[in-house]
């Protein structure tokens, strides 16, 4: 079992700058890939960066690359997003996910393969 909270988000202007952090407990070191997905009132939940965590590799939503990093703390079983240049349409419910399978993607993993997901961190970005 693996259990995930989601902290960091807040209300900031246009241009500013947050860090989104997924603290891990249970079987996270065993995960396969750490993501972080948004949704937005009447949108669909879609995925904005994720990690494979053995090597490290990332993969980025076009809407935020070059603006976001995601990162990882194994020691502490912590996955980090951090978001610059914030945009009004970056505003939504942050999730962060776990993929205990073994599925690899060039890019973004679609939303089916995780696992695990945290509970949410709301991003406000007002112009």
């Known amino acids: 079992q693996v259990q995930l909270v989601d902290s960091g988000g807040g209300s900031v202007q246009a241009g500013g700058s947050l860090r989104l952090s997924c603290a891990g407990s249970?079987?996270?070191?065993?995960?396969?890939?750490m993501g972080w997905s948004h949704q937005s009132p009447g949108e669909d939940r879609e995925g904005v960066a994720a990690?494979?965590?053995?090597?490290?590799?990332?993969r980025y939503a076009d809407s935020v690359k070059g603006r976001s990093t995601i990162s990882q703390d194994n020691a502490n079983n912590t996955v980090y997003l951090q978001m610059n240049s914030l945009k009004p349409e970056d505003t939504a419910m942050y999730y962060c996910?776990?993929?205990?399978?073994?599925?690899?993607?060039?890019?973004?993993?679609?939303?089916?393969?995780?696992?695990?997901w945290g509970q949410g961190t709301q991003v406000t970005v007002s112009s």
């Open positions: 990690i494979y965590t053995a090597g490290g590799c990332t």
């Open positions: 996910a776990a993929d205990q399978g073994g599925s690899w993607y060039p890019t973004l993993p679609p939303e089916y393969e995780y696992n695990y």
């Open positions: 249970g079987s996270t070191y065993s995960s396969n890939c």
